[in-house]
């Protein structure tokens, strides 16, 4: 069995890495909108951080659902960026093996791995779906009203639960609510900038979004985010990576 996912995985990368390379070059002139001094985080992670490009590009229903809850798509997507960086397609095989075997059926205490490309784990999503019905307005309500939260501690929600976490359009629904409650809990706080809040949001993506203000701003002095199975010496600020993928974006959407 693991010898066909392997080889599954295998001719799925080489058709990646091959889309990928082609994505990185038509973005490569982008590099000079990153900031002067700050690490070039696409060659820094190469082929990895192609394929994360490349993914993003290839998945516009994605961006339809931000544009519906009215938030830019380049903004929503280097929150996650980082995590489409670190994703490993045999990894995630088994984690979302483990979602929808253990945590279906005996909750996020036997089941609760990180899954799919933006690597949420159904702690996260029962946690964000409590503080989305408590704080959100009535037109965010009503942005899902065609498919409900089932918050019900059975095994058909925590089913309904697992499918939304392993699709893309299901991620990217959290994605956005999950933006709309930093909206809420953090109302407070002022920003020097769009990319200064987008390094807050990302930062409490990682790290944990009830951390408050104070510690999520503590966070980047850090450097957490890595690639390998394992920290290695080779570690980085996510919120620096989330940064830099936004601000290419903005280059390319404004013809730099």
């Known amino acids: 069995m693991w010898s066909a996912i392997r080889a599954a995985c295998k001719r799925s990368a080489a058709a990646r890495a091959l889309a990928a390379a082609i994505v990185f070059a038509l ?13 070039d985080y696409a060659r820094i992670f190469g082929r990895n951080y192609a394929a994360a490009l490349e993914f993003a590009a290839r998945h516009a229903a994605a961006d339809d659902v931000f544009r519906a809850w009215e938030i830019p798509p380049s903004f929503a997507w280097a929150i996650v960026f980082p995590e489409l960086i ?11 093996a483990n979602v929808k075997v253990l945590y279906v059926q005996f909750g996020r205490g036997y089941g609760n791995s990180s899954v799919g490309h933006f690597q949420m784990k159904p702690a996260f999503a029962e946690t964000l779906e409590g503080d989305f019905l408590r704080l959100a307005d009535a037109r965010d309500r009503a942005r899902i009203a065609d498919a409900p939260l089932d918050r019900a501690g059975t095994v058909e929600a925590r089913r309904a639960r697992a499918h939304r976490l392993t699709e893309i359009g299901g991620q990217a629904r959290y994605l956005a609510m999950f933006i709309r409650v930093m909206d809420k809990l953090y109302a407070g706080e002022t920003w020097d900038g769009e990319e200064a809040k987008l390094r807050f949001y990302a930062t409490a993506y990682n790290a944990g979004y009830r951390l408050g203000a104070v510690q999520i701003r503590r966070e980047p002095a850090i450097p957490r985010f890595h690639t390998g199975l394992f920290a290695g010496k080779d570690m980085y600020v996510y919120a620096d990576v989330a940064a830099h993928y936004w601000r290419m974006s903005k280059a390319k959407e404004e013809g730099r």
Do not use: F, K, M, N
């Open 86 to 96: 670190r994703y490993s397609a045999l990894a995630d095989v088994i984690e979302t």
């Open 27 to 39: 973005v490569a002139p982008c590099a000079s909108a990153q900031a002067p001094g700050a690490p």
